[in-house]
């Protein structure tokens, strides 16, 4: 299974800032919209990096309330792992647990396709469990079964 059937079922939507977008303004985003990074996009509409909640949060630790005074381009990891439309989900998986990431930018023909979390990953994985389950105890029940 590949990453393009969670892409299928959660979309394509990608929130993204611009490099000069207000940390204040990132904070406000990610909270009301209840996800964990934005990705950041250069003036050509391509990948300049990604801003997470937990890049907020050490910036905070680390200047105070003048982090709401930066941009995404002062918090921003700019060399971002990105995926293939073609990575397995398990391949995925488990560059997010070398890297310690929980974002990965999904890229289709060199353009930003979408974005996965940890937590699209696991809740595909337990859809497929289920349907599996519910796919076994159908056998069960067959006569014969």
């Known amino acids: ?3 393009a059937a969670v892409i299928r079922e959660k979309g394509r939507n990608v929130v993204s ?8 303004e990132i904070a406000s985003i ?3 919209r209840r996800i964990g990074a934005v990705v950041v996009l250069a003036d050509h509409g391509g990948l300049a990096g990604i ?3 937990r890049d907020v949060v050490k910036a905070l630790a680390k200047h ?3 982090v709401l005074e930066l941009t995404a381009s002062d918090l921003m990891t700019r060399q971002v792992t990105t995926i293939s439309m073609n990575t397995s989900i398990d391949h995925a998986m ?3 647990d070398a890297g310690y990431f929980r974002h990965l930018p999904v890229m289709e023909d060199g353009a930003l396709a979408g974005i996965v979390s940890i937590r699209d990953l696991v809740k595909h994985r337990i859809t497929l ?12 029940r067959q006569p014969g079964g």
């Open 1 to 3: 299974m590949t990453i």
């Open 17 to 24: 800032v611009s490099p000069e977008a207000p940390i204040a």
């Open 30 to 32: 990610i909270a009301s």
């Open 51 to 53: 801003v997470s909640e």
């Open 64 to 66: 105070g309330a003048r």
């Open 94 to 96: 488990e560059i997010m």
């Open 129 to 140: 469990h289920q349907r599996d389950l519910e796919a076994l105890k159908a056998a069960v």
